[in-house]
């Protein structure tokens, strides 16, 4: 009679740990593809603002270069400080590059861990 008791508890046991496996599995899967998902549709708007932004960017960079130009009378010196103004801030982003790894970092860990 214990034994049987004993046998059981432990097969309902082996029951209980087969399912929590499997809710375990099943619960990292939908994690995964929730964090994927946020993190294709984040990329996807990136790249989106990111191209329209780039886009107004180089119009209004062509429309100071000819302003200049015309101030100077002639369309190459304005052409050459708008260049230089784009060098000046590759060069200072690019001395600034370690302090945009920490907000970075907190914001894809806030995503990562937190969710949306």
Not at 39 to 61: E, R
Request: proline fraction near 2%; charged fraction near 15%; charge should be neutral.
């Amino acid at each position: 009679m214990a034994f049987e008791g004993l046998r059981q508890n432990i097969s309902e046991l082996d029951e209980n740990v087969s399912s929590y496996v499997e809710h375990s599995i099943e619960y990292a899967k939908l994690k995964s593809f929730k964090i994927s998902m946020v993190l294709v549709t984040y990329l996807a708007k990136v790249l989106l603002v990111g191209t329209i932004v780039i886009l107004a960017l180089i119009f209004l960079s062509l429309a100071a270069s000819f302003a200049l130009g015309y101030a100077m009378d002639n369309t190459i010196y304005g052409f050459a400080i708008i260049g230089f103004l784009y060098l000046l801030f590759a060069i200072i982003g690019y001395l600034f590059r370690d302090r945009l790894n920490k907000p970075l970092l907190q914001l894809f860990s806030k995503y990562f861990f937190e969710g949306p």
